[in-house]
Every structure is written in structure tokens, then in C-alpha cells.
């Protein structure tokens, strides 16, 4: 129902935890990256997933790694 007010005046957003607000914002330069570099990249609540790969924000090294590696 959010595409049905595309042109409207209300914008309908996500409303998450301030964690994963705090995390998405770590991940957003490398999706900008990814998208710069022509590969499809999205934001899925708490991780990043560029060309299919899965991707985390690691809260202890302060870095974005493959998911799965620690």
C-alpha cells in the first residue's frame, strides 16, 4: 500500500530500533559504493546484500565483513 501514495505529500518510512538504525548507517557508505560500481545493493534490516553476498557491520572491529566470517 506504501507505492499507492507515491506523488502524495506522505512519506511512510521504516521505524527501526535505534541499534539498527546506528548499524544501517555504518553500512550505508559501502551500499553507495556498491551502487557507484554499477552492482545491485540493498539494506535488508540489519545487513547488507550486494549481488546476492550477505554483508554485516561487526559492532567490535568497527567494519563491514561477509557475513558468516568473524
Request: aromatic share 8%; net charge positive; proline share 3%.
Amino acid at each position: 500500500n506504501k507505492n499507492k501514495l507515491k506523488g502524495s505529500d506522505v512519506f511512510v518510512g521504516e521505524d527501526y530500533m535505534r541499534k539498527v538504525r546506528e548499524v544501517r548507517k555504518k553500512l550505508m557508505p559501502t551500499l553507495k559504493r556498491a551502487r557507484d560500481e554499477n552492482k545491485r545493493a540493498k539494506l535488508v534490516f540489519d545487513h547488507l546484500v550486494v549481488d546476492g553476498r550477505r554483508f554485516i557491520y561487526d559492532l567490535v572491529t568497527d567494519e563491514v565483513k561477509p557475513a558468516g566470517h568473524r
